[in-house]
């Protein structure tokens, strides 16, 4: 497979610096740089996906007349929290 590459980035020398300085052993800048574009990239992604199934949830809400009161949302998420944390307190 063929790879492509980035344009070059320009930085200042701080940022270089400070990236630098929280490289792991063994990783490279480019490597670094890489992680961190795939990360935005699925972040983006996912944020994108997100708000279409939001806008979508909306637009049938307006459509049927049905809604979900927003103290039943939360309090649903209230519940949700309680049994994680209930799940993961140490004794």
């Not at 790879?3 to 070059?8: G, K, M, V, Y």
């Not at 909306?58 to 049927?64: E, M």
């Amino acid at each position: 497979m063929k790879t492509a590459s980035f344009p070059s980035l320009r930085v200042e020398p701080k940022l270089r610096q400070d990236t630098e300085s929280v490289l792991y052993d063994n990783e490279s800048l480019s490597q670094f740089i890489e992680s961190a574009v795939r990360q935005q990239v699925e972040l983006r992604k996912a944020n994108t996906e997100f708000l279409a199934r939001g806008l979508a949830s909306r637009d049938n809400a307006r459509q049927t007349g049905q809604y979900v009161e927003a103290v039943d949302v939360l309090e649903k998420l209230q519940n949700r929290l309680d049994q994680h944390k209930a799940k993961h307190t140490t004794k």
